[in-house]
Structure formats: structure tokens, C-alpha cells
Nanobody, 125 residues
Framework: VQLQASGGGLVQAGGSLRLSCAAS????????MGWFRQAPGKERDFVAT????????VYADSVKGRFTISRDNAQNTVYLQMNGLKPDDTAVYYC???????????????????WGQGTEVTVSS
């Protein structure tokens, strides 16, 4: 499967963005999906994950209550709605997919096999 992330940009603190991750290739099988982010000079960190059916999302504590992960399996797309953005949210955001037939959601980088190219989010103060 190939993943294409989009939707990043420059926004003021308190603003919102919606990221999209479009899957192509072997998309007749649904994958556990996740979003991660990497700030300059830092490691790639978990942001959110969602099950194959779209239920039971899990979030990093730093984004809980502000970000919402969702998916549209008919469109082979996963979204990350980001509200109340803070300068600390500035990073390159990556979407990722776990290998099939794994159905358990993951919160670490090494649990994901497929990665998109990343989309940059900059939040100004």
C-alpha cells in the first residue's frame, strides 16, 4: 500500500488544520492506521491511531481533546482534525499503516510497516 499525506500548512496558534492520508495500492483490505509527528531535531512521536473499522481511537496525551482521527474506508482515506493548535504542534506529520493481518492498534514507530512522505505543519505564536 502507498500512503500520501496532505493538508499541512502554516497556521496561527489556536487555529485548525485537517490532514488527510490517501491510500492506494492494496486498499481492498483495511489497515490499522496511525499518525505520527517529528519536530526538528527530535524523534518521531505517536499522535493517534484508529482501528480498521474506525472505532476506538487512541491519542497521545499531548493532543487528547484537541485532535480527532477518523477514516472513510470507502474513500481509502484517514484524517486528522487538529484544533486548538499550539506552537509545540509544529512538526512534519506522517501517516502510517500496520501490516496485515494485524488488527491491534499501535503507538510506536516500529509497529508500522508503511509510511507516507509527511506533511509539514507550522504553528506560529
Amino acid at each position: 500500500v502507498q500512503l500520501q499525506a496532505s493538508g499541512g500548512g502554516l497556521v496561527q496558534a489556536g487555529g485548525s488544520l485537517r490532514l488527510s492520508c490517501a491510500a492506494s495500492g492494496r486498499t481492498n483490505s483495511y489497515y490499522v492506521m496511525g499518525w505520527f509527528r517529528q519536530a526538528p531535531g527530535k524523534e518521531r512521536d505517536f499522535v493517534a491511531t484508529i482501528s480498521r473499522s474506525g472505532g476506538s481511537p487512541v491519542y497521545a496525551d499531548s493532543v487528547k481533546g484537541r485532535f480527532t482521527i477518523s477514516r472513510d474506508n470507502a474513500q481509502n482515506t484517514v484524517y486528522l482534525q487538529m484544533n486548538g493548535l499550539k506552537p509545540d504542534d509544529t512538526a512534519v506529520y506522517y501517516c502510517a499503516a500496520r501490516a496485515l493481518p494485524i488488527t491491534v492498534m499501535g503507538t510506536t514507530v516500529n509497529q508500522y510497516r508503511y509510511w507516507g512522505q509527511g506533511t509539514e505543519v507550522t504553528v506560529s505564536s
